[in-house]
């Protein structure tokens, strides 16, 4: 067990990056998902089949395929993945010393992955308010967007908190295969390296790994917890 004590700099460096990428992915499902939520309770035919087509993909795909066409595939469409700078994004990653551009083709894997789950959690936020609500914002004048903004979205963020945040969880810990698919220095490649290259009991490592992701896990799931009980009893 003296691993934890003698690498515990490089566990620090594993859970650090690993939490990057998680927090980056979070804010890009939640986004991307209530983007595609929308899309879904559209009015619109087109639209909507584009966000049913696009769950109905990314959900019933394992995410080790959706991560091998993020690290194998996108760096195929352009040079050192040059159509995926973003200045902003750029300037961000640089201050974090993130791995490119392989930490980038992980995020973009675990976003588009993740959404998908995202926007069944919002959905499912929608259709517990009641119809009567849409109904009545629609009699009052109020067009399909003013209708979600001010009506269905607001009461529909009730209902999903539970369910996003169980979808989060499934994120951190899914996150675990970004390791294997190029990104150095998260807490699965430092699993590898402490048990491959440096020859450190399997046992002691895992269990320096997993206390990791508990870290962040844990307080996540006892937050939600909370949230559910109090919904509860508002009701």
């Known amino acids: 067990m003296s691993v934890l004590i003698d690498k515990f700099d490089v566990f620090a460096g594993g859970f650090w990056l690993t939490l990057q990428i998680c927090v980056l992915a979070a804010i890009g499902a939640l986004i991307l998902g209530a983007v595609v939520a929308v899309l879904r309770i559209s009015p619109v035919p087109p639209l909507r089949a584009l966000g049913t087509g696009y769950v109905n993909v990314f959900r019933n795909m394992p995410l080790t395929v959706v991560m091998f066409f993020a690290a194998f595939g996108l760096p195929a469409l352009g040079s050192n993945a040059d159509f995926l700078r973003i200045p902003g994004l750029d300037a961000v990653f640089s201050r974090l010393g993130t791995d490119l551009p392989y930490f980038r083709f992980a995020l973009i894997a675990l976003v588009l992955y993740t959404a998908a789950f995202v926007c069944e959690a919002l959905r499912s936020g929608v259709n517990a ?7 009545a914002a629609r009699s009052l004048g109020l ?22 945040g169980s979808v989060i969880i499934a994120m951190i810990k899914n996150s675990a295969l970004i390791g294997f698919f190029g990104v150095v220095g998260d807490l699965s490649a ?5 048990t491959g290259a440096e020859g450190y009991a399997f046992i002691p490592v895992a269990i320096g790994i997993s206390v990791g992701y508990l870290i962040m ?6 937050l939600l917890d909370r949230i559910e009980k109090r919904q509860a009893v508002a009701r």
């Open 190 to 194: 430092t699993a590898d390296q402490l």
């Open 129 to 135: 308010v009641p119809a009567g609500q849409a109904e």
């Open 143 to 164: 067009t399909f967007g003013q209708n979600l903004r001010y009506v269905v979205l607001p009461q529909s963020w009730k209902a999903s908190v539970v369910p996003l």
């Open 217 to 222: 896990t844990v307080p996540l799931g006892a």
